[in-house]
C-alpha cells in the first residue's frame, strides 16, 4: 500500500471539478462536484445533531438506495435552518446537476457547509452549474478540495493505491473541517472514492468503522455541526471486487481507515487558529463509557486548551478536568503523563524542573497519558489548542 | 430588607482581615480570616470534582461537625495534588491559626484557590498569621475579600439587613470566582455570615438550595475546580433564632439565597476576559434532565460564547448547539428568541436585518430564550462570552 497523488480522483473512473458560484466573497471558490464515469454504489454517515441541514436530510434519504453517482458540494452556506425554502433550493440544484451529467435525480448527492441560517444564491450556483460539469477531469481533484473549504486555509486530500490478484485499486478521498470539529463529527464534509467492487453493506460497514476510529475521534472546540456528511463511493472500475470478511476486503477496509484517518489528522492540524496538536489517551477506566467521558472531558476543557496554547506547565489542569468527568476513580491512583514522562502521581504533581515542562509542552504535537488506574478500559482523542486567534476566528464569522 | 455595607462582618459579631503572605507575587494580599466572636454553627456545599484539595477535604469533615468559628482561605495556591505533604500544610497552618485564636483545632476551616500542584509556602504564611489575627476587625471585610481574588479583578461583597420581631438581623458574604466558574461551581469560595441562629441542619438545607439555584446556575468556562467551596456559619448574635419551616425562616433563606444570588452574579460579570454576559433559558423540555443538558450545550459552546464577543449574530449557532445536546426535541418546533425577539422559528432563521441583529446582541446582558416546544421543563444558565482576553490570561496562567 503506497500514498499517490490524485486525491478524490486517484481511483479510477471518479472526476471532480470545482468553481466559484459566488457564496463566498471574492470569488473563492465554493462549488465543487465529484462524479463516477461508472455506476457505483455509495454509504454515507452523517451528523447525529438533531439540528440537520436540508442537504443532509435530502442525503440521508438517498444513501438508502445505496446507488449515487455524484456528489455536489457547496462552501460558505450551511443551507441548515432554511425552512422549506432550504429544502427546495437543494433539491432544485440537485436536479439540474443531475440534469446535466444524465443521472436520475436521486443518484445525485448534496452537502453544504457555512454560515448556519441564511439562503443558498440559487441562481448564482445555478448559472455554475453548466461549466462545473464541463470542467469535470480527473486532474481537477485539488479544485474540488479547495472548493469546499470555509476557514480552513489547506485542501485536504489522500489516497493510496495497492495491488490485489494484479489489479492496481485505489481508496483516495477530500475532506474539510477547521471550528465546530468534535465526536461526533462536525463542520466536517468528506467524499471517499475507490474504484473497487463492493456491497453496499460491505461498503457502509467498513465507512461506520473508519469514520468511528477516525474522523469521530478528533476534536477541535467541542462543538458538533448541523451539516457533517461523509460520503464514500464505490466503483468497481478496477476490475477488483470484494466480498465480507475476505482478506481482500480487510485490506481496502484498512486502506479506508488510513485515508480517513489521514485526513481526520489533518482536519485537527489545520483547525481554527491552532498552534499544537494534543493527543489524549485514557486507560485504566472502569468502562468504555467512562474512558470516553474522561478522554472528551480533558480534550474539551478550556484550561486544558489554553494550557496547550502557551505551553504553560499547568499540568493540574489535566488531573481537575479528568476528575470533573464522570470517570469514577481513586485521584490517589492516578497518573499523568506528558510526552512519556510521568507529572502527577500519588496525589501530587511531581516536582519537575520548568524548563522540562515547558519542554514537555513543546512540541507541535503533545501526547498526553491519563492512567485512571480503575480497571480496563481506554479511549483516545485528537485535540488541539485553544488560541486567541480561534476567538479571533469566530467571533466575527457571520459578518 | 435592604442592602447594606459589611460584607462578611455585617452580621454582628463576626471579624475579618487580610493581608500578604507572599503566596502571590508582588506583594498583593493572599490570606484572609474571618472569625466569629460567639460559637457559631457551620454548613459547607464543596466541588463535585473527584480530585479534591487538601483543605476541601479537611474541611468537609470538620463541617460535618457543624460547629465551626473561623474560616481561613488562601489564595494564589491552591494545595491541591500535593499529595501527604500538602495535607500536612493545610492542617498545620489551621492548627496554628486555631493556636492564635485560642479555638479548638477543628473549629477552623480551611479553603484555598489558585495554581494546582505547587504546596503552600508555609514558612511565610506562619509569619503571617500572628497579624492576621491581630487585624481582625470588623472594619477589615474588605481586606479579606480582597484577599482571596485570583484573576478576578474586584472584591464581591454583599450584606443584606431585616428587622424580624424586633431584632436587626444580617446576612452577608464575599466570593471570589474568575476561570473555572461552571456548574457545579469551580474555582468558587464563598463564605457567607449571619447573625440569626438556627439548628445546623436547617443551615445546611438553607445552603445547599441557595447553592442550587446561584452559584451552580453559572458558567465561564465549563470547567469545574479542584476547590470550589462555600460555607456558611451562623452564630445567633442578633438574638434573633429561627426554626424549620417558619416564616422567619423562610425570610431568612430569601435572604441567603439574594446574597448567593448577588455574588453568583458578580463572579460571571468578572469572570476572565469577560466582556458581556448571556441569560440562556431552556423551556419546553421533555425532562429536567433535557432541559439542563440542553441549556448546558448552549452555555458552554465554544461557539456560542465567540459570536456574542463578536456580537456577530450568527444566531443558527445556538440552534445547532441545541441539537448537539441530549435533548430530544423537532427542530421545526423549536423557537428562539434573542432580547425578546423571535430569531429562530419553523425551521429557519427570520429574516433580520444586520443593524438589528447587531443591536440585539450588543447590550451587557443578552437574555437568550430557547422553547424546544417538547414538554414542560425549563432551565435557565447565567454565562458570559469567550474573548481573546480569555485566553490569554489562561495561557500564562502558572507561569
Chains 1, 2 share one sequence.
Not at 468528506?190 to 467492487?197: A, L, R
Not at 489528522?265 to 474512558?291: F, H, K, N, P, T
Amino acid at each position: 500500500m503506497r500514498q499517490v497523488s490524485g486525491g478524490v480522483t486517484a481511483a479510477k473512473g471518479f472526476v471532480a471539478s470545482g468553481t466559484s458560484a459566488g457564496i463566498k466573497r471574492g470569488r473563492k471558490p465554493d462549488v465543487a462536484l465529484v462524479v463516477s464515469e461508472w455506476p457505483a454504489i455509495v454509504a454515507g454517515v452523517f451528523t447525529r445533531n438533531r439540528v440537520q441541514a436540508a442537504p443532509v436530510r435530502i442525503s440521508k434519504d438517498r444513501v438508502r438506495k445505496a446507488k449515487a453517482r455524484a456528489v455536489f458540494l457547496t462552501s460558505g452556506c450551511a443551507n441548515c435552518l432554511t425552512g422549506v425554502q432550504g429544502w427546495q433550493d437543494a433539491r432544485l440544484l440537485g436536479r439540474v446537476v443531475a440534469r446535466h451529467l444524465g443521472f436520475p435525480e436521486d443518484e445525485v448527492l448534496l452537502a453544504s457547509t457555512g454560515v448556519i441560517g441564511r439562503r443558498l444564491p440559487v441562481p448564482r450556483i445555478l448559472r455554475v452549474i453548466p461549466q462545473l460539469v464541463q470542467r469535470l477531469d480527473r486532474a481537477h481533484h485539488r479544485a474540488a478540495a479547495q472548493a469546499i473549504l470555509t476557514t480552513d486555509l489547506k485542501p485536504k486530500e489522500v489516497a493510496l493505491q495497492t495491488t490485489i490478484q494484479g489489479r492496481r485499486c485505489h481508496v483516495g478521498g477530500m475532506a474539510k473541517g477547521a471550528g465546530m470539529i468534535a465526536p461526533s463529527m462536525a463542520t466536517l464534509l468528506s467524499v471517499i472514492t475507490t474504484d473497487v467492487g463492493m456491497s453496499p453493506s460491505v461498503l457502509q460497514a467498513m465507512l461506520r468503522e473508519a469514520v468511528a476510529q477516525t474522523f469521530n475521534r478528533i476534536s477541535v472546540d467541542g462543538d458538533r455541526s448541523t451539516n457533517d456528511t461523509v460520503f464514500a463511493l464505490a466503483n468497481g472500475a478496477s476490475g477488483l471486487s470484494v466480498k465480507a470478511m475476505t482478506r481482500d476486503a480487510k485490506i481496502i477496509s484498512e486502506m479506508l481507515h488510513q485515508v480517513c484517518k489521514e485526513l481526520a489528522q489533518r482536519i485537527v492540524e489545520d483547525g481554527e487558529g491552532v498552534s499544537r496538536l494534543m493527543d489524549v489517551q485514557v486507560l485504566g477506566a472502569r468502562s468504555q463509557r467512562e474512558a470516553e467521558a474522561c478522554v472528551r472531558q480533558v480534550a474539551g476543557s478550556s484550561l486544558v486548551k489554553t494550557m496547550l496554547a502557551g505551553a504553560d506547565p499547568n499540568v493540574g489542569r489535566i488531573a481537575a478536568a479528568a476528575g470533573a468527568s464522570a470517570a469514577r476513580f481513586d485521584p490517589s491512583q492516578m497518573e499523568v503523563f506528558i510526552g512519556g514522562r510521568r507529572v502527577i502521581a500519588q496525589d501530587r504533581v511531581l516536582p519537575l524542573d520548568k524548563a522540562v515542562a515547558k519542554r514537555l509542552l513543546a512540541p507541535s504535537r503533545v501526547a498526553v497519558r491519563i492512567d485512571l488506574h480503575a480497571g480496563t478500559f481506554q479511549a483516545h482523542l485528537l485535540t488541539c489548542d485553544l488560541t486567541e486567534d480561534y476567538v479571533k476566528i469566530n467571533a466575527g464569522y457571520a459578518t
